[in-house]
């Protein structure tokens, strides 16, 4: 099993910057995908983006594409979203989640994954 913790969260203006961590511990990742989901008020979840453990691939909802960069620290055990432009719409919680079904394995809706965080609050203000 793996453990999630998000942080990084806060209020950012329009146009600002923001960089969310995923720290992980318990279980070693070399079969995981790890993804970053957020929740807006009285919204479903939905997906922002994945990177695989191996870190060859990484995939994004077309509403962050070119904004958004997703990257992982081996060593640290870490996941990051960069997230850059931000828009008043990027305003949600948002969640990173682990699946261990290995490396070519990019699930993109929450029932795929087991593991979740507790989420890290963003809201941009404009």
């Known amino acids: 099993q793996v453990q999630l913790t998000e942080s990084g969260g806060g209020t950012v203006q329009a146009g600002g910057s923001l960089r969310l961590s995923c720290a992980t511990s318990g279980s070693t990742l070399s079969s995981y995908t790890l993804a970053w989901f957020r929740q807006a008020t009285g919204k479903e979840r939905e997906f922002v983006g994945l990177?695989?453990?191996?870190?060859?691939?990484?995939e994004y909802a077309e509403s962050v594409k070119g904004r958004f960069a997703i990257s992982r620290d081996v060593a640290e055990k870490k996941m990051y979203l960069e997230m850059n432009s931000l828009k008043d719409e990027d305003t949600a919680d948002y969640y990173c989640?682990?699946?261990?079904?290995?490396?070519?394995?990019?699930?993109?809706?929450?029932?795929?994954?087991?593991?979740w965080g507790h989420g890290t609050q963003v809201t941009v203000s404009s």
């Open positions: 989640a682990g699946e261990r079904r290995g490396s070519r394995w990019f699930g993109r809706h929450p029932p795929d994954y087991t593991f």
């Open positions: 990177i695989n453990w191996s870190g060859d691939r990484t």
